[in-house]
């Protein structure tokens, strides 16, 4: 079963990072979660401060699963 490509928000303690993770269709973002060891993998990732001063840019990064503070679909923002 091939993955979906997911847009999301991740906010840690200093950052705010839009990326793409791979889920696997019919999968909840709170179960990949809950399988993640140390890190996740986000892909076409932008990371900024919180006051959305971008800071950098990067294809492939991984983020430390114990810094995520929040983490959310980006299309579930209202």
Same mark, same amino acid.
């Given at each position: 079963?091939?993955?979906?490509?997911?847009?999301?928000?991740?906010?840690?303690?200093?950052?705010?990072?839009?990326?793409? +993770?791979?889920?696997?269709?019919?999968?909840?973002?709170?179960?990949?979660?809950?399988?993640?060891?140390?890190? +996740? #993998?986000?892909?076409?990732?932008?990371?900024?401060?919180?006051?959305?001063?971008?800071?950098?840019?990067?294809?492939?990064?991984?983020?430390? #699963?114990?810094?995520?503070? +929040?983490?959310?679909?980006?299309?579930?923002?209202?």
């Amino acid at each position: 079963m091939d993955a979906l490509k997911t847009e999301v928000i991740i906010l840690s303690k200093g950052f705010r990072i839009e990326g793409k +993770i791979d889920l696997l269709p019919k999968s909840r973002l709170t179960d990949f979660m809950n399988k993640s060891k140390k890190c +996740i #993998v986000v892909t076409d990732a932008m990371v900024s401060s919180h006051s959305k001063k971008e800071i950098l840019k990067a294809e492939f990064m991984n983020v430390l #699963v114990k810094n995520i503070e +929040i983490i959310l679909p980006a299309d579930s923002i209202l």
